[in-house]
Structures are given as C-alpha cells and as structure tokens.
C-alpha cells in the first residue's frame, strides 16, 4: 500500500519550492500551435498597419484642445428637460431596458440547458442551441429595432425586443458554461431516487448556476443601458430617441445634458447591481470592485462567501421541520427581497408602455415585411464600395482593439492584488475601471466627432477608450486568478516583482488573455458598425442611410456581411482558445 502526497496549495506553496516547479510546463510545438502563433502574428500586423491607416495623431489631438474649449464656450451650460418630463423618459428608459434583459434571461435558461453537455438531449440539440447563442449575439439590436418598428411602429416594444433577443447569446453562453461546470452529485442522486428531468433541473442544477445566472443578467442588464441610447436613432423611445433628436437638430446644449444623465443612469445601475448581488448571493468577500466593497461598508457587512454561506446552512432535524421553517432574519429577508423584485419587475412593465395589442395584430405584417427585407441587393451601390466601407469597420475594430489591450494590459495588470505595488494603486486601477464602463461609446463618439469632425478617428478612440473598462477588468481577475505557487518560488529566489510578474503571472493568464482580446475584438465589430450610425464611419452611415430610406434590401445585405465577419472571428476565437488552453 503506497502512501499518496497531495501537492500543494497554489497559495500555501512553501518558499523553498524549485525553480522548476515554478516553471510551467512547456507545450509542444505542434503544427497547429504554430499555426496559431502566426495566425496571432498576422492579426497584430492587420491591427497595427490598421492604425497606422487610421493616423491617429497626438499632436493633431493635442492642437483640437482648443477646438473643445472654444465648443463648450459656443455651447454654453448644459440644458435638460423639464423635470417632469426628464423623469418620465428615464423611467420609460429603465423599464425597457429591464423588460428586454428580464425577457432574455427567461428565454436563456431553455436555451442554455439545450446548449450544455451535460443537460443537452442530444447533439443536435446542442448544436442547435450553440448557433442560436452565435447568431443573436451577432445580430446587432439596432437592425433589430429597425424590424420591430416597422412590425409594431415607434414605441418601447421594439427596444424591448431588439434588447432581449440581442441578449439571448450572452446570457445563454455564460449560463451554458455554468452548468457544464456544476458538481453532478446533487442532480444524479435525484435521477436515482426516480426524479424526473424537470426535477434534476430545478433541484440539481438551478441551485448551483443561480448565483451566476444572477451575476450574469445583471452584468448584461448594465450592458443593455448603455446600449439603449443608439436604439434612440432608430426611433426607439426614451432617453436615447430625445438626445439623438437634440443632436440632430444641433441643440449641443440638450444633447450633452440628456448623455450626462445617461452616465449618471449608468453609474448609479453599477452601485444598484452590485446592492443586489450582495443581498441575494451575501457579501463580497475579499471583493476586488470598489462599488462591493463600499455597498459591504454600507450594510455593515463583513462579506460571507459562497462556502461560508454552505458550512453555515441550517441542517434540519425532519423532513417535516424544513417544511415548516421558522420565520428567522434570513427567511424574512429572502421573501422582502422577493417582493422587491416583483414590484422592479412590474414597475418596469409599466413604465414601459407596452402597447399588448400590438401582438395579435403584427402577424399579419410579417410577410409585407419579409418581402421588403429579401432577397438583399447593395442597390445603387457597387459591391467594391461596400466591401471598403466593411473593410474600414474592421479596420476600426482592429486598431480599437490594439489600444485597448495596450492601456489595458496595463491598468489591468495594475487593478490585480497579486501585481499591484499596494491596495492603494490597486483600489484606484479598479475604480478607474468603473468609471470607464459607465461611459456609453456612443456618447464618447458624438462628443469626439464635435470636436474633430466626422471618420473613422473619432470611432476608433471612442471604441478603444470604451473598450478599457471590460477588457481590463477581464486581464485583472484573470491574473488574480492565476496559481500562486510560481510567483511565490520566484519571490522566494530573490526575484523582483516585475520579473515575477513577466515570469509566472503574465504566462500563466495568457490562454485567458488571448480569449478575452478576441471577445472585445467580436465586440468591437458590432460596436464600429453602431459608431458609423452617428458618424463614426464604415458601414453603419450606410446601414443608416438605408434604414432612414427604407432600402431594406441594403439593410439586410449589410447584416449578412457584418454576421459573416463576427461569425469568421467566433470560430477564430474559439480555435485559439482551444489550441491555447
């Protein structure tokens, strides 16, 4: 009988562990890994002679200083509607925006069993649920928002549904991967004891995604509200449709009033997210966002993480006495914060006005519609002069993103407790990073397209600026989770902490580091066709022009070009994840 030694702990590694075990082990030098390293290689050439292209110049930035002064000064104070009126459109704002990401969650948890492994029926099932996930996420919810408008005219309905659906992909996909990575005990003993598959999905699996089917919908309800202000162009109601008309109207003063409140909006639905992440999931326990930490000092709270909260749980005597349950804080607390969301959830379906009669008589629109949507054709336009409008929104995408993991890679690496010099760098790399996220790109956009007129720079900054405070949140909890063991032997041989860091940290957050740069360059895609519809060029002044002109056959041809792209850089993304796992 051998004696087995469990290796140890990545964050209990004693000192004297050897340089080699600090080493991470060396992948093979496969023909396919070469082909990924020079597909990376090629890709940074593309993002990098994009740039150049794009002659984003600091000087010429630095001169238009005086451009913005003199701006502000013609623009004069900021103007806002009456209060009134600023308080109905942000309800009506709120509600839709809740409505269509509450309307994706529900139809995402069917999706997403379908979609996992170990839930699906069968394989084609899965692939089924897979593409359905590929194809919403790829369909941009303004080209949604132009169908529904024209199925149930101008109103919420039409943003409610372009935000829903566009959301299926994201949330189906997170909540897809949760459950492929749940702990099969609970849901096999229920197929043991005769449970039905309806019965290991509410008792088996539900109870362990929860957690970050709630973190994921609200992450994703953040998203929608800085979404909904492009969907305002396309005549979607609300704070967005009031601010592109001031725009358009050149009433700067409004315009800039109604996207200060938007970043208010945004900001103060970050706090609200992260209030209700503590009182449905418990504390946030060695937190690293500065919005938990201070909503924990708020309620008093110490934190209490997802184990302390199992080991804590009250074990009942009889089957008898969990059914009767006593009316403690904790019970009382659940059914108030129940109630709670039940009453968001109906303030939010009023405040949205949504017209229910709407849904018995589109019906009949649906073939009028189809028909004026297919079979696509560019029209007056020749195909070359598309494909270069294509063309420069990719190029956006790609210089964007090439800045983006440039200061992000450093503010991220800088927002990681296991990189940053001290809690204080750490703490204000990470509030930084909340105060970028609250930042609509389309807001960024207008205000830089002011300042130095219409194309693709303006785009570009305003992508890359956008794109800081997702991709380096990302890179900072990737690095924190990285195994400690190699970063604590090359401490313990007298390395520095900057060559802990490009030694043991930056490889091992690599593979993690690699996907999350695909992922925002899929982004970017999507957000540079939106950008060129307020001027930030490449195809979206085109798919506006044609939405505004009800040349719906131009609309569909750029859709089908813009999916074929964001298709291509999936499966891009998803053969180096795998290569480089």
Known sequence: MTATVAPPSPRT???????????????????????????????????????????????????????????????????????????????????????????????????????????????????????????????PDVVLAMVFVLMFSLGSLPGILAIGIHSIGMISKMFADAIEQIDEGPRLAIRAAGGSKLQEFTSGVLPQVLPSWVATVLHRNDINLRGSVILGYVGVAGLGLEMSTAFKSLDYSLGLGIALVIFVLCVAMEVVSSLVRAAMLGGHEGSR???????????????????????????????????????????????????????????????????????????????EIAVQFWPPSFGVYELATMLEAMRDTIAIAFAATLLTFLVSLVIGSLAARNVAPNRTVQGGMRLLLVGIRGIPEVILAIVLIIITGLGTQAGTIALAIGGIGLLGKLIADSFEEVRRGP?????????????????????????ALIGHTFYLLDTNIRAATLLGIVGGGGVGYYLLNAGQGSNYPLVTAIVLMI???????????????????
């Open 289 to 367: 966002n500065p919005i938990d930490r201070l909503v924990d000092r708020m309620r008093g709270s110490r934190g209490t993480s997802r184990s302390g909260q199992l080991g804590g749980a009250r074990r009942f005597r009889s089957p008898a006495e969990a059914i009767r349950r006593p009316w403690n804080a904790t019970r009382v607390s659940h059914v108030v914060w129940g109630w709670v969301a039940a009453l968001v959830v109906v303030a939010a379906v009023t405040f949205a006005d949504i017209n229910w009669l709407d849904f018995l008589t589109f019906w009949a629109r649906i073939p």
């Open 487 to 511: 970063e604590t032997a090359l401490r313990a041989t007298g390395a520095t902490r900057l060559q802990t860091y490009a030694s043991a940290t930056l490889p091992q957050g690599m593979p």
């Open 13 to 139: 590694s004693a000192p004297h562990q050897t340089a080699v075990e600090a080493r991470a082990p060396r992948q093979r030098r496969t023909p396919e890994r070469i082909a990924a390293v020079l597909t990376l290689l090629a890709l940074a050439g593309i993002a990098v002679a994009a740039l150049i292209e794009i002659d984003i110049s600091v000087p010429a930035m630095l001169e238009s200083w005086s451009n913005t002064e003199r701006f502000f000064t013609r623009v004069g104070g900021l103007a806002f509607p009456e209060w009134p009126e600023l308080l109905e459109l942000t309800g009506l704002t709120l509600g839709l925006v809740l409505c269509g990401t509450l309307f994706a969650a529900v139809v995402s948890i069917p999706v997403a069993y379908l979609a996992a492994a170990n839930t699906t029926p069968g394989q084609s099932w899965r692939a089924a649920a897979r593409f359905l996930g590929v194809f919403t996420r790829a369909l």
């Open 563 to 581: 999916l074929v792209t964001v298709l291509l850089v999936e499966g891009l993304a998803m053969w180096m994840r795998r290569v480089f796992r």
